[in-house]
């Protein structure tokens, strides 16, 4: 039977960078961020959306995302109403996506928001990525052009390294790249042997 494993990490902590390396070993990765960035688009998500918050967070028609996280990173209670919309959604699309490969011994599921949402407790096991603060900052305003301000509050609205280290069964400290993919092949093997032993 295959393996889920959960990969989670706050904003800018790498997890890409893990998922893609996992992806080069001939293992399937599932990036949950993107596949919900895709359902948003879709009728159903949308109008789902336009009735939770209302016309003004569309432009024309097409939703505007950067004023929809605008409300949300400031508020829990409006992240919790989105995540109700979307969560669900990218859920059953997983499962579709599951039934595609179930021939796979292990498959990895990436999300920044596993633990938040209580969705971890569907894993096998649970990897977290970690980086120092300053680096995360660094790597996020690179690659979005955005302000130390706008991370660090969607770094307020998610979980600390501290709280997801106690409850993953193992953790990549992303700041060296070479240091990085060591680590990750020494999980890949105690998992393989995990699975064969199941």
């Not at 106690?166 to 790249?177: P, Q, R, W, Y």
Request: hydrophobic fraction near 40%; proline fraction near 2%; aromatic fraction near 8%.
């Amino acid at each position: 039977m295959t393996k889920i494993i959960g990969l989670t990490g706050g904003i800018g902590s790498g997890k890409t960078t893990i998922a893609d390396y996992f992806r080069s070993k001939g293992i399937p990765v599932y990036i949950a961020d993107d596949e919900a960035r895709k359902l948003m688009q879709s009728q159903v998500i949308i109008e789902a959306i336009k009735n939770s918050f209302g016309e003004t967070i569309f432009e024309e028609g097409i939703l505007n995302r950067e004023r929809l996280a605008g409300i949300v990173f400031n508020d829990a209670d409006e992240l919790n109403r989105l995540n109700a919309i979307i969560h669900p959604a990218v859920k059953a699309h997983f499962n579709e996506w599951l039934t595609h490969h179930k021939e796979f011994p292990i498959i990895i599921y990436e999300a920044a928001v596993l633990f938040e949402n209580g969705s971890y407790k569907n894993f096998d096991a649970i990897i977290s990525v970690v980086a120092p603060l300053k680096t995360r900052i660094q790597r996020v305003i690179q690659r979005d052009n955005t302000t130390e301000e706008h991370v660090l509050k969607r770094i307020a609205a998610q979980w600390t390294d501290e709280q997801r280290i106690a409850k993953s069964d193992f953790v990549i400290e992303n700041t060296d790249l070479e240091q990085t993919k060591i680590k990750t092949d020494e999980i890949l093997k105690i998992l393989q042997i995990k699975q064969k032993d199941s």
